[in-house]
């Protein structure tokens, strides 16, 4: 197998520390991977370039990692509300002009039309970010090919597991019909609810809701009543086990829904929403139908061999209310910042153990006990 391996990846020749070197012909140090030297830097695939993939990808160009970042299809996004909190603009560094509408007045409103202004919690200062996913994503990506990522853009197909702890795994992917293959030492899946990843280390299922949601281009006129607003409406008729939402965007509103419910449904629910705004949204124009599945809960698995999950491939996605954008960047870049370390800045192999330690472990001490309380309320 070693052989194989460097047949096809030469760089993964290993060498041993400097202090467990002997001149001494009979000693052969017993090592663990994770102590292993690597004799070029280590390699890593991530997979997903949304959020929570470029800011993994970012971390580990950052810290020294050799990383590939795929996307299917850069020009694209998820279905996604947008909204993003107040303390992921500094955190991550995002720019204002990237910010579409900053929105200090939200409404709940009821199956019987009652509103509860729910903005009122806001302090003066305070706002929530309205963006459009396509293009933080693009944002988020470019920075991490600054930092020194190499993106591909590309379908990935299939990862390939080793069957020895030194070995590489095996990136497949499909670019302009052709189908290609990488090997590296270690691999993120950041691409969401459908990950090839996850299905490739057998890290279980999860129950996923549908988001299903239409862009509609509103004259100026209507805009101006969305200008700083966000409306979530609830009941059966339009989400009997979550909500639908109106978000603004630059020229748009984004109107959709997210139930956990069956494929059948999801356009009556979304003909349902679409009824209750209608006089507010009369004369606009549906630029964009979107569909796709969002986790209702962390997976079983989210660390096996030299893999991690990250983002929605985690099951990173609050079920209260359906937040995910900031929980996607902040585990992929605590995912990469564990990898830069466990490895020593690229220059140790790292191991499952590792992966547990310091990134899993200190993504549940931090984080479980929100989810848990969140997935109650």
Known sequence: ???????????????????????????????????????SKLRAAVVGGGPAGSSAAEALAAGGIETFLFERSP??????????????????????????????????????????DFGKTLKPHEFISMLRREVLDDFLR??????????????????????????????????NNSQKSLAVDVV????????K???????????????????????????????????????????????????PKCDHVAVGTGPLCSKKDIKMLQHGIRAKVTPKTHGGQVTKVEAHPIPRHPRPVRVRGRVTLVGDAAGYVTKCSGEGIYF?????????????????????????????????????????????????L
């Open 1 to 39: 197998m070693a052989a194989q391996t460097h047949l096809f990846h030469p760089l993964h020749s290993l060498s041993l520390p400097l202090k467990t070197r002997s001149k001494s012909p009979e000693f052969k140090p017993k090592l663990k991977p994770s102590t292993f030297i690597i004799s």
């Open 75 to 116: 020009s694209t996004a998820k279905p996604c509300g947008g909204a993003i909190p107040l303390c992921m603009l500094d955190e991550f560094s995002i720019p204002p002009h990237l910010i579409d509408r900053k929105v200090t007045r939200m409404k709940i409103i009821s199956p019987s039309n009652l509103a509860v």
């Open 328 to 376: 996607a960047a902040k585990s992929g870049r605590m995912c990469g910042e564990a990898i830069v370390t466990a490895s020593e800045g690229g220059e140790r192999m790292v191991s499952e153990d590792d992966l547990k330690r310091e990134y899993l472990k200190k993504w549940d001490e931090k984080y479980l006990t929100t989810f848990r309380f969140l997935d109650l």
């Open 197 to 247: 990843v996850a299905k490739a280390i057998k890290a279980g299922d999860y129950t996923c809701a549908i988001v299903f949601q239409e862009r509609i281009k509103l004259p100026e006129e209507k805009m101006e009543y969305y200008e700083n607003l966000a409306e979530m409406y609830v009941g059966n008729d339009v989400s009997p086990d979550f909500y639908a939402w109106v978000f």
């Open 188 to 195: 993120i899946g950041a691409e969401g609810a459908s990950s």
């Open 142 to 175: 470019r920075r991490a090919e600054s930092c020194g990522a190499t993106l591909f853009q590309g379908l990935v197909t299939n990862v390939v597991v080793p069957l020895t702890n030194s070995s590489s795994y095996v990136i497949q992917y499909n670019k």
